[in-house]
């Protein structure tokens, strides 16, 4: 499901932030409207929040986990299960996008884009998780983390190939960084501060919404130049394709976070430490 192309520019201006159509200049005046599928959109959306609810609990091992391995094992599956869900989200968003041409990933690009979002999420939960708690520490690992999330979403954007360069939006580029560096403050704060499972679950519908307001708005400052005028048409083949890829993306991160929930549950704390304080 997409939004229709037969609507106009201006009536359409107001989807822009929904992520759902927007119109990327071309060269000259011409412009090509890219639209999202709906239901890709929702797609991301769940992973993320699926993600967040999951690291969220397994989060609250880290501050009374015992140095060395027990420390490395609780770190470890909480910054793969936010920072892949963060990476599958992006990757899932991207391929909602109908670029009216055909679309390629770089596989070298796209490993590196992942490995920044786990890597970047684990150096942010050891800063604020472990020893003693600061806001300064929840600003300066909110802070990377969410530099760390930003570096993730536009190294998956480089590693697009098309025939077209790509360009971007100075303010809202910025923007979606600084929803980055926000959405990462939040959810550290969260991942330490929370005791109840039903606060943990709200929360994590919350995280869903940041990391989607920062994908789609780095999505929006996106500017195309093709590297040839022909028309462009929309390619059903692609879309097909790009559709797949995307629920192969979400079911195996949904099997993965669903082991990790089970471990998480199993291991499940008499008590949560809170970083910050009752």
């Known amino acids: 499901m997409s939004v229709s192309s037969t609507a106009t520019r201006t009536n359409l201006k107001w989807l822009k932030w929904l992520g759902l159509t927007v119109y990327k200049n071309v060269k000259g005046e011409k412009m090509i409207e890219v639209e999202y599928n709906l239901m890709l959109v929702l797609v991301s959306y769940a992973i993320a929040v699926f993600g967040s609810y999951v690291g969220l609990n397994l989060a609250i091992r880290v501050p009374s986990a015992k140095p060395g391995n027990d420390l490395y094992f609780w ?13 599958s ?23 590196v884009s992942m490995l920044l979002a ?19 520490k929840l600003l300066g690992g909110g802070i990377l983390t969410g530099l760390g999330v930003a570096a993730m979403h536009y190294t998956g954007m480089a590693s697009m190939q098309m025939e077209a360069t790509m360009s971007y939006n100075t303010p809202l580029l910025l923007t979606s960084i600084a929803i980055a560096i926000a959405a990462s ?13 039903l606060q943990r679950f709200g929360s994590a519908f919350i995280m869903g919404i940041a990391v989607c307001g920062m994908h789609y ?12 005028t022909g ?9 097909s394709d790009a559709f797949m890829s995307s629920m192969l993306i979400f079911i ?9 929930w089970v471990i998480a549950s199993k291991n499940a704390p008499q008590k949560a430490e809170l970083v910050f304080g009752e």
């Open 217 to 228: 708005t780095g999505m929006a400052a996106m500017e195309m130049q093709m590297a040839h």
């Open 231 to 239: 028309e462009m048409m929309s390619m059903a083949h692609s879309s």
């Open 252 to 260: 195996g991160s949904a099997i993965v976070l669903s082991l990790l």
């Open 185 to 197: 403050i939040a959810a550290l704060w969260l991942a330490f501060n929370l005791r109840g499972n």
């Open 89 to 111: 989200m992006h990757y899932i968003g991207m391929m909602a996008v109908d670029m009216k041409m055909p679309v390629t990933y770089d596989l070298g690009l796209t490993i």
């Open 118 to 136: 786990v890597l970047f999420v684990a150096v942010g939960v050891v800063i604020v998780g472990r020893g003693v708690p600061s806001v300064a």
């Open 75 to 87: 770190v470890a599956l909480s910054s793969l299960a936010i920072g892949g869900a963060i990476w």
